[in-house]
């Protein structure tokens, strides 16, 4: 089993460095670390009982590091293969053109990186992963090479540059007081007056990745002015990472520093997320734009973990299901926004521009992937029986069983929000007119129908991933607010 870890994170950067040197082979190269990946996960996964622990080299920390898989690991795992595989699937780049020579090894890059933070337990370690990921995310969100992407892309770089920053500086300063940055070496530290400050460090560079309001300005022109299989995997994948990492840090690292007024601040930074990304897209007229803002609003989701699942109290019963309800957030909304984007992708073909407008007619034009579209917006609203129903069910019972039914509002109040920026391009799809779009083969429309489904399934058939993300729940997950 611990030997299938390295390969999870070696295999698509040599699966990269493949599609460089034979550009025009890209997406069977893509594809064939596809089914390597799925098929180790799988054996991965099915096995998993118990955390697995592989020493790099037969060295344990902190001398040496350590690559580890727990439930919450393999959950992020799964999400990664099943969205990166049906996005190389989707991607209509081939040949060796410029586009298609650069998007088979960056996105191989991404998904390497990805995977690599998610096995990592070593501070420094995920610095790498998070700068392999940034080098391949800003790439591609330039891949168009036009003005705007390009743009966009700066203002990425220069926010993600500084999010970088502000974590190695936090590391740094944990090296420097404490000898150690294995992820569970650090709870037996002896405390030193310099921990609050590199845990704040460390906690805003990862807030500007992960773009929670009011450091979002970055996210929506990046995703989507890339490309749609591009913004697929920028929008379910990259900011997901990053708060992987928080997790880590807050749950498993440096449980003890969760002070009440920091879990607070959290909790209402992610609720003015989910508010001002749901207004935002009620006020866009294209459609990659409404979506990217709805990233904005439904990552202020799972920051409502802080306040309801943090802190160094007695434990009590409400804290495991407001993390895993936020961690089923996670991955169905990987799933659905996917999805949308690969949707987007296909209208933007059909009908040469992404305005809401154009969609009119889509419903006859292109009924699989309006389907998609409407399945995803489900689980994006938290209706049943999806995924994203089950998160948010988890994360609003929890509010009410902590006496803090205010943390209820955000997801009542984004879900209402979901519904009514994604009703104008569901409506503008079955508008009764004549379809102006050029037809889409139902085989191009099949991806994201299968991305949305399995936003769906993961809440009609929610017990086992529940019971995955309990194997290795890190023990702070159990305890609530002071």
Same mark, same amino acid.
């Given at each position: 089993m611990s030997l299938i870890l390295p390969l999870l994170a070696a295999v698509p950067l040599l699966g990269a460095i493949a599609a460089v040197l034979a550009p025009r082979a890209g997406k069977g190269i893509g594809l064939g670390v596809a089914i390597v990946l799925l098929a180790a996960l799988a054996v991965l996964v099915g096995g998993l009982n118990t955390p697995v622990v592989l020493p790099l080299g037969g060295w344990e920390p902190p001398l040496g590091i350590a690559l580890r898989v727990d439930g919450l690991a393999a959950a992020f795992l799964g999400l990664a293969a099943v969205v990166m595989t049906g996005v190389l699937i989707a991607a209509p780049y081939r040949g060796a053109g410029r586009e298609a020579a650069a998007?088979?090894?960056?996105?191989?890059?991404?998904?390497?990186?990805?995977?690599?933070?998610?096995l990592s337990r070593d501070l420094f370690n995920l610095y790498v992963g998070l700068e392999l990921l940034t080098l391949a995310a800003v790439a591609l969100a330039a891949l168009s090479g036009s003005a705007g992407a390009l743009a966009a892309a700066i203002r990425y770089m220069v926010f993600a540059l500084m999010g970088s920053l502000l974590f190695l500086l936090?590391?740094?300063?944990?090296?420097?007081?404490?000898?150690?940055?294995?992820?569970?070496?650090?709870?037996?530290?002896? @405390?030193?007056?310099?921990? %609050?400050? !590199?845990?704040?460090?460390?906690?805003?560079?990862? /807030? =500007?990745?992960? +773009?929670? #309001?009011?450091?979002?300005?970055?996210?929506? @022109?990046?995703?989507?002015? %890339?490309? !749609?299989?591009?913004?697929?995997?920028?929008?379910? /994948? =990259?900011?997901? +990472?990053? #708060?992987?990492?928080?997790?880590?840090?807050?749950?498993?690292?440096?449980?003890?520093?969760?002070?009440?007024?920091?879990?607070?601040?959290?909790?209402?930074?992610?609720?003015?997320?989910?508010l001002y990304g749901?207004?935002?897209?009620?006020?866009?007229?294209?459609?990659?734009?409404?979506?990217?803002?709805?990233?904005?609003a439904q990552i202020g989701y799972l920051f409502l973990v802080f306040p309801l699942a943090g802190g160094g109290g007695a434990a009590q019963p409400w804290a495991a299901g407001a993390w895993t309800g936020v961690v089923f957030h996670a991955l169905a909304h990987g799933l659905a926004k996917a999805a949308m984007f690969l949707c987007a992708g296909l209208w933007l073909a059909a009908a040469g521009n992404d305005r809401i407008e154009a969609l009119r007619g889509a419903a006859r034009a292109t009924p699989m992937a309006v389907f998609a579209f409407a399945l995803a917006a489900i689980s994006l609203m938290g209706l049943p029986p999806s995924g994203g129903f089950t998160a948010k069910y988890l994360m609003v019972t929890s509010a009410f069983a902590a006496g803090a039914p205010y943390w209820a509002l955000g997801p009542l109040l984004g879900g209402l929000l979901a519904a009514a920026y994604l009703y104008r391009p569901?409506?503008?799809?079955f508008?009764?007119?004549?379809?102006?779009?050029?037809?889409?083969?139902?085989?191009?429309?099949?991806?994201?129908?299968?991305?949305?489904?399995?936003?769906?399934?993961?809440?009609?058939?929610?017990?086992?991933?529940?019971?995955?993300?309990?194997?290795?729940?890190?023990e702070a997950a159990a305890r609530g607010v002071e």
């Open positions: 998007f088979w090894p960056l996105a191989l890059l991404l998904w390497g990186a990805l995977n690599a933070i998610f936090g590391v740094a300063l944990t090296y420097a007081a404490h000898g150690a940055l294995d992820l569970a070496a650090l709870p037996g530290r002896n @405390p030193q007056p310099t921990d %609050a400050l !590199a845990a704040g460090l460390m906690t805003a560079g990862l /807030l =500007v990745k992960t +773009a929670l #309001f009011p450091f979002h300005a970055w996210l929506a @022109p990046a995703h989507s002015g %890339a490309p !749609a299989p591009a913004s697929a995997m920028l929008s379910a /994948l =990259v900011p997901k +990472a990053s #708060f992987y990492i928080l997790l880590r840090l807050w749950f498993e690292a440096l449980p003890d520093l969760g002070r009440p007024g920091f879990l607070w601040l959290m909790g209402a930074l992610g609720t003015a997320a989910i749901g207004v935002m897209a009620l006020r866009q007229a294209r459609l990659k734009l409404v979506i990217a803002y709805s990233t904005v569901i409506a503008a799809a508008a009764p007119v004549e379809p102006e779009l050029r037809p889409v083969p139902r085989g191009q429309q099949a991806v994201p129908l299968a991305l949305a489904l399995g936003a769906i399934v993961l809440g009609l058939a929610s017990a086992p991933p529940f019971d995955l993300l309990q194997i290795g729940r890190p």
